[in-house]
């Protein structure tokens, strides 16, 4: 089955303590992104990924960082994460940039106390 | 920069009114796409439209694209609780949003029994 995944599902922290979020696809897809939800303001793009090793940065990317050292996965790196940092995150795949359909993932919800 | 506005915000309609979600982008789009995300659940993608002037059905919805590639519309014949959710629209960025999604914030819809 074609499916993104991402883990956890739901995670509390605290301020400044590191955090990662997976995500892992099974579709071989080049292209993947990180994007945050948050209430009135829709889908915000953090960073996108068009390949292994060829990162960059989306419209929200101050405070994340990201790596795509293995072409099925590109996990979210939050340093020192912040209160503002608490959101909904979606993982997404596609086979192309913004001309193919994008293959979300389940969602992390994330507080930051 | 680029930009999807999407009206209106939210919707509220009673079981079996018509419903319509508008969509416009600031530049010419090579596609649209559209995706629905229920209450609690991710964005999956439901169409692509990519000639002018396109217009494609799915059961009760309908979408189109604008003659000019920078609008594009669904609407839903006849709603029902399953209709329930947010829609956004989708465009591809370019120049500077290269490699982007750009998503509109999204039309809540809730529908009364």
């Known amino acids: 089955e074609a499916q993104v995944t991402q883990n956890p599902r739901y995670l509390i922290t605290v301020t400044g303590k590191k955090l990662t979020v997976t995500c892992s696809q099974n579709?071989?897809?080049?292209?993947m992104s990180w994007y945050r939800q948050d209430p009135g303001l829709g889908l915000r793009q953090i960073y996108y990924s068009m390949n292994v090793e060829v990162t960059d940065k989306g419209d929200v990317p101050e405070g994340y960082k990201v790596s795509r050292k293995e072409k099925r996965n590109f996990p979210l790196i939050l340093e020192s994460p912040s209160p503002n940092q608490t959101s909904l995150y979606f993982c997404a795949s596609s086979l192309s940039t913004g001309h193919t359909e994008a293959f979300f993932g389940q969602g992390t919800r994330l507080t930051v106390v | 920069g680029q930009q999807v506005m999407q009206i209106p915000q939210y919707q509220h309609v009673q079981e079996g009114e018509d419903f319509t979600t508008y969509c416009n982008s600031s530049t010419t789009l090579s596609n649209i796409q559209w995706y629905k995300q229920r209450p609690g659940g991710h964005p999956v993608f439901l169409i692509q439209?990519?000639?002018?002037?396109e217009v494609k059905k799915q059961k009760r919805l309908t979408f189109q694209f604008g003659e000019a590639k920078k609008n594009s519309s669904l609407h839903i014949t006849a709603t029902q609780t399953t209709d329930v959710g947010t829609y956004f629209c989708a465009g591809p960025g370019y120049g500077g949003s290269q490699g982007n999604l750009i998503f509109g914030k999204g039309t809540k819809l809730s529908v009364k029994p």
């Open positions: 439209l990519v000639k002018s002037g």
């Open positions: 579709m071989n897809h080049e292209y």
